[in-house]
């Protein structure tokens, strides 16, 4: 018998091979680095993880630790975690020998002209069976090998896409924070705006009052003082908005947008740009390496399914007892065992097992080209935010110059309208250019801020994996 399987497997062996084939070639891989252009080679140092305590507001920490903790986005990439490491266990277990315990009692007449004798044809008898049963997929080809792979790298993907989930959230929250401190400090503007509006328009009355102002230029600044009034209400309907949308972020409703009190951001030092920007960031992003673990996956369903054309052995065995009549069923008269393999020799199937296979291949080639599609979007968006780093710290550079001098010329006009050498309007006159200086540069620095927190995201915010992070192939 047991030369007869091993020819029946050899020979199945033989001619299923040819059947298989080779399979169509994979799509190559874009490594990171390729494409990484003036990157500098070498270690990573930045950014580190827990990347927004730079900024040194413990408002904006707490409420980064609780988004991450109760937000439904966390809770539903820790959830679709947790279902992919169950099916990675589930295929792991199909490899290890299965056992059951079975039992069943059975009443039964035996015909009077069937195959059972007398006494008992003719009669009611109880049947009763008790046995162990196990068995054992030998898995010659390696098919369930590959699919439990296959669901370990689905699980790591998912563990990368948690990851994932944990930088959008967080630069998300962090860069609607800085836009909070960006409404704020246009309030503030906005306040001294009206007030040099409403004193204008105040001297303009005394002007007009006393026949040296016409009514149309009393009128023109009672229109700016309204104007400066509407934008200061705007900006604190602006801030409410701006309050809500943060604690959505954090998973929380209004109620904690009424706690909410202005930003105490610190801008760290040298904001544009790291020294060294290492191209073996880009391997580190968390999407990037949750692609590479669903291209590893798609490699391993490739190979489960190239398996279903090779024969296989399952080991089946059972031991227990079977008898006629209750009464004697743990007799050991009763006992029954058995032992012996199962052979599966596929051999035609309609071309199922064909299509599977060309599935499976189509799947991996379109895992690799989204691998190689987030790599080129990666590459983009670090190239994007560090121009407008570098760009954005130009025009701050410039806005600080105009400012100084707008300041220089307001100050100038104050010290001769306090002289009696000019009038306080024409001092007055002087403070839209240095407020709108002011903005420009709160601004800037948001926006300069904001592409900073960009760049952070764009090289993965400090993720590391055990494989796949410092160098993907």
Same mark, same amino acid.
């Given at each position: 018998?047991r030369?007869v399987?091993s020819?029946?497997?050899a020979?199945?062996a %033989? ?18 680095? /390729?494409l990484s252009?003036?990157l500098a080679?070498?270690q ?5 993880g827990?990347w927004?305590?730079a ?11 609780r988004?991450?903790?109760?937000a439904?986005?966390?809770q539903l990439?820790?959830?679709?975690l947790?279902?992919a490491?169950?099916v990675?266990e589930? +295929?792991g277990?199909?490899?290890?020998p299965?056992?059951a %315990? ?9 015909s009077e002209h069937g195959m ?8 009611w008898r109880?049947s ?7 068995a054992?997929?030998l898995?010659?080809a390696?098919g ?5 792979d296959?669901?370990q ?6 563990g +990368? ?10 630069a998300a929250?962090t860069?609607a924070y800085w836009g909070l401190?960006?409404?704020h ?5 906005a306040?001294? /705006?009206?007030?040099s509006?409403?004193?204008a328009a105040?001297l303009?009355g005394q ?7 016409h009514?149309?230029e009393?009128?023109?600044?009672? /229109?700016q003082?309204?104007a ?5 209400l705007a ?10 949308a943060?604690?959505a972020?954090a ?9 909410l009190?202005?930003?105490q %951001? ?7 740009l790291?020294t ?5 960031l880009l391997?580190?992003r968390?999407d990037?390496?949750a692609a =590479?673990?669903?291209?590893e996956a798609g490699?391993?369903e ?6 279903a054309f ?6 089946? /065995?059972?031991i ?9 069923l743990l007799q050991?008269a009763s =006992? ?5 393999p199962?052979l599966?020799?596929p051999l ?5 097992r064909?299509a +599977?296979?060309?599935?499976?291949e189509?799947?991996r080639?379109a895992?690799?080209a ?13 190239a994007?935010?560090a121009?407008s780093?570098?760009?954005?710290a130009?025009?701050s ?8 001098? +707008?300041?220089?010329a ?5 010290m001769r ?6 009038s306080?309007?024409?001092a ?13 540069a ?6 300069r ?9 764009? %090289?993965?915010?400090g993720?590391?994996?055990?494989d796949?992070a410092e160098n993907?192939?």
């Open positions: 018998m030369y399987f020819c029946l497997a020979a199945g %033989l001619c299923l091979t040819a059947c298989a084939g080779p399979g169509a070639p994979a799509l190559p891989l874009t490594p990171p680095a /390729s252009g003036p080679q070498g990573a140092a930045w950014p580190q827990a927004w305590r900024f040194a507001d413990p408002q904006l920490d707490a409420l980064i630790e988004a991450l903790a109760d439904p986005s966390m990439a820790r959830a679709r947790r279902q490491v169950a990675g589930q +295929a277990a199909a490899l290890l299965g056992a %315990l079975n039992a069943d009692v059975t009443r039964q007449r035996y059972v004798p007398p006494p008992m044809a003719g009669s109880t009763g069976q008790l046995s162990l049963d196990f054992y997929d898995d010659l390696g369930e090998h590959a699919r439990r296959a669901a790298d689905r699980a790591q993907a998912a +990368a896409d948690e990851a994932g989930a944990r930088l959008l959230l967080s929250l860069h401190e960006r409404l400090a246009l309030a503030n503007l306040g001294e /705006s009206q007030a509006a409403e004193r105040a303009l002007r007009q009052r006393a026949g040296l102002a009514a149309g009393l009128a023109a600044a009672q /229109s003082a309204a400066a009034r509407q934008e200061a900006l604190a309907e602006q801030i409410t908005l701006q309050r809500h943060i604690a972020l998973g929380q409703g209004p109620a904690l947008a009424n706690t009190h202005r930003p %951001l610190r801008a760290p030092a040298g904001d544009d790291p060294v920007l290492p191209a073996a391997g580190r968390p990037i390496v =590479r673990w669903r291209v490699g391993r490739v190979d489960s399914a190239r398996a090779y024969p296989n052995i399952n080991l089946l /065995s059972f227990g007892y079977s008898a006629i009549g209750m009464s004697q050991s =006992r029954v065992a058995g032992l012996g199962a599966s020799l035609f199937d309609g071309g199922a064909r +599977a296979l060309a599935g499976a189509a799947g080639d895992q690799i989204q691998y190689n599609q987030t790599v080129l979007d990666a590459v983009r968006e670090v994007d935010q121009a780093l570098r760009a954005l130009a025009q550079r410039q806005t600080d110059t105009a400012q100084t001098q +707008a300041a220089a307001r100050h100038s006009a104050q309208a306090r002289a009696g050498l000019a306080e309007l024409d007055l006159a002087l403070d839209a250019p240095w407020l709108a200086q002011r903005r420009q709160v601004e800037l620095n948001t926006r801020q904001q592409a900073r927190v960009g760049l952070i995201k764009a %090289l993965g915010g993720y590391a994996s055990s796949f993907a192939q």
